[in-house]
């Protein structure tokens, strides 16, 4: 089945500069990442998601790219907040939706 | 609102209770999903049901019981837990092959 390896565990970053989470997954057939957020007490919440036919997605100060050959994706947050702070999640899924098998989470920690 | 209720949001129980989990969504979804989420691990994937057939149970222990009575409702049956059972499970649903989970809040639940 589906692993998915999620790295690094914790980061912080000054208010402003750039934070950037990676993950690896092992199923060639999965071919949906989604990327959530979960803050801290809260449910987590889609933030941005790529599917396989595409390489990188951007909205707004969030990207995802994605390299199907390494079998890894990436989430890239610009110009950090404070509200940015919280628990991220990687997930893939060979449904195209259906079952996610999520990475461990990284914890982002903004400093002001 | 994210259309996903769950009840109780915390539940305590000693070793030989049993107790229910309802999870409820009202989104027109037509797949539901129950993980497990401790301190130190990721989203754990335990049970899908996908119109209200169950499609995978991942290896979860018995006294974990799924019930999936229609496509809006999901249940969690515990009986006889173990204190390693104590977490937060989230009731998650999706409409297939869209792909984004939309998440309950959780129910905490600790076993005395």
């Known amino acids: 089945g589906e692993n998915v390896e999620q790295h690094p565990s914790t980061l912080s970053v000054q208010e402003g500069d750039s934070a950037v989470i990676k993950c690896t997954y092992s199923?060639?057939?999965?071919?949906?990442f989604p990327w959530y957020k979960q803050e801290l007490g809260k449910r987590p919440q889609l933030i941005i998601d790529?599917?396989?036919?595409?390489g990188e997605k951007k909205d707004q100060r969030i990207a995802v790219t994605l390299n199907k050959t390494a079998k890894h994706f990436s989430l890239h947050i610009t110009e950090t907040q404070p509200e940015d702070s919280a628990v991220y999640f990687c997930?893939?899924?060979?449904?195209?939706?259906?079952?996610?098998?999520f990475g461990q989470g990284t914890e982002l920690s903004v400093k002001p | 609102e994210t259309g996903v209720t769950q009840t109780p949001r915390h539940l305590v129980m000693g070793m030989t209770n049993k107790k229910s989990l309802k999870c409820e969504q009202h989104?027109?979804?037509?797949?539901m999903y129950w993980y497990k989420q401790s301190a130190k691990k990721p989203l754990e994937l335990m049970f899908v049901?996908?119109?209200?057939?169950?499609?995978e149970n991942n290896s979860v222990p018995s006294r974990f019981s799924p019930e999936c009575p229609n496509s809006s409702h999901l249940f969690l049956h515990l009986h006889t837990l173990q204190p390693e059972d104590s977490a937060l499970y989230l009731c998650?649903?999706?409409?297939?092959?869209?792909?984004?989970?939309?998440f309950g809040e959780g129910s905490r639940l600790t076993v005395l």
């Open positions: 998650a649903s999706s409409l297939l092959a869209v792909g984004e989970l939309f």
């Open positions: 199923d060639s057939a999965s071919n949906y």
């Open positions: 790529i599917r396989s036919n595409v």
């Open positions: 997930a893939a899924s060979p449904n195209q939706g259906g079952k996610l098998i």
């Open positions: 989104l027109g979804h037509n797949a």
């Open positions: 049901y996908n119109f209200k057939e169950q499609t």
